[in-house]
């Protein structure tokens, strides 16, 4: 395997990191999970997408440049390394796209990327229900066949973004008679603004509202907001979750980006011998997870598709990022435990990580059983 960079790719590296040099905001900006902070964001967004920064790796035709997948960890490993700010169009970017891109129609595609490119549109995903878990095919939200689409009842929770985005995506019980529970599902978009809709804000340990519960009453969605074929949804859905445990969601980048920054709180603080042995494993993780990415990007450039594999990215990067801030916060000592800093919030957000896009006890069931052969355990 050759691990350097080609001169194209270099060349690529260098334009992003200019752009970024000459447009990153130099003082940070308010919290997206606040009304003020999701507006800077959007403004950001569409800052992004006027020079096609906003989403590199999709076609020219709707906002993108049309870049393989290891110029997209380039630009990545660049954008954090610049300390831009956190993308409120990921939903939309990093899931609900690739899973239009796999199984889309034309025409959503074309009416449905490019206001999500430039912040126009935010998407927020409505997957979780209060009674499903982390078992996704219980769910019992409802699609009622309708003239011209659907109706739409039931409850989402824990909805990412959904306190001040524009539109959702989900799946729905279509077949309630199916013979088994991943069966007669099926996948739709919707307008959170939609007469039926009610957006009920869940706020954090801070009070901010990183999640919203949705409640739907009858809500129409035409037969256009169908992505691929009814009661196929479960099939649909698989395509995201691979996306979102697999690459896009957390890219080598962000953790390269955070594993300098505690070197660097390191050198400032001074620290003993175990906590230098701790510094020196997250730099080293954040390292090897940056080329087990690369090697799983080469599969993709061989044709080949993230499988079951996407699991095992999923569990190292949710308990490797709880290991590099726990070690943050012991160099910081009493400073970390009682003032609010990057490291503090930081933390707090990284012990969701084991729970979020599929657990991380269902992600080592599915190791087990799809890639290491095992027979299923009891459930």
Do not use: C
Not at 51 to 65: A, F, I
Not at 72 to 77: Q, R, S
Not at 84 to 101: D, K
Request: aromatic content about 10%; glycine content about 10%.
């Amino acid at each position: 395997m050759d691990l350097d960079f080609t001169p194209d790719q270099e060349a690529f590296r260098a334009e992003a990191r200019a752009w970024l040099d000459a447009h990153v905001p130099a003082v940070p900006l308010p919290s997206l999970e606040t009304a003020e902070g999701f507006a800077a964001h959007r403004v950001w967004e569409a800052q992004l997408a006027a020079d096609r920064w906003s989403v590199v790796s999709w076609p020219e035709e709707y906002g993108g440049r049309g870049v393989d997948i290891v110029r997209w960890l380039v630009f990545e490993e660049e954008y954090y390394a610049a300390g831009a700010p956190g993308r409120v169009g990921q939903n939309g970017i990093n899931l609900l796209a690739p899973t239009l891109f796999d199984h889309g129609t034309h025409e959503q595609r074309a009416r449905v990327l490019p206001p999500m490119a430039t912040g126009e549109v935010v998407w927020a995903q409505a997957w979780s229900e209060p009674e499903a878990g982390s078992d996704l095919a219980s769910l019992t939200s409802r699609a009622v066949r309708t003239g011209g689409g659907w109706l739409l009842s039931g409850q989402k929770t824990w909805s990412s973004r959904a306190a001040f985005a524009d539109r959702a995506f989900g799946l729905f019980r279509s077949e309630q008679n199916a013979p088994k529970p991943h069966q007669g599902l099926t996948y739709l978009m919707f307008d959170l603004r939609a007469p039926g809709v009610t957006v009920r804000p869940i706020g954090r340990l801070d009070g901010r509202p990183a999640f919203a519960e949705l409640f739907l009453d009858e809500v129409f969605v035409p037969d256009e907001d169908v992505i691929g074929e009814p009661g196929q949804g479960w099939r649909v859905a698989m395509s995201t979750a691979g996306n979102e445990r697999g690459l896009t969601l957390r890219s080598p980048g962000r953790f390269l980006a955070a594993a300098d920054r505690l070197l660097n709180l390191w050198r400032a603080q001074g620290s003993s011998q175990a906590a230098r042995d701790q510094v020196a494993d997250a730099v080293i993780g954040a390292r090897a997870y940056q080329l087990f990415t690369y090697a799983n990007a080469s599969r993709f450039l061989d044709g080949e598709s993230i499988g079951p594999e996407s699991s095992i990215n999923k569990v190292f990067w949710s308990e490797y990022d709880i290991a590099l801030h726990e070690t943050a916060l012991e160099l910081l000592g009493e400073e970390g435990e009682l003032t609010d800093t990057d490291w503090s919030e930081g933390y707090v957000f990284s012990l969701a990580g084991p729970i979020y896009a599929g657990t991380n006890e269902i992600q080592r069931d599915i190791i087990a059983e799809r890639l290491l052969g095992l027979p299923k355990g009891r459930r």
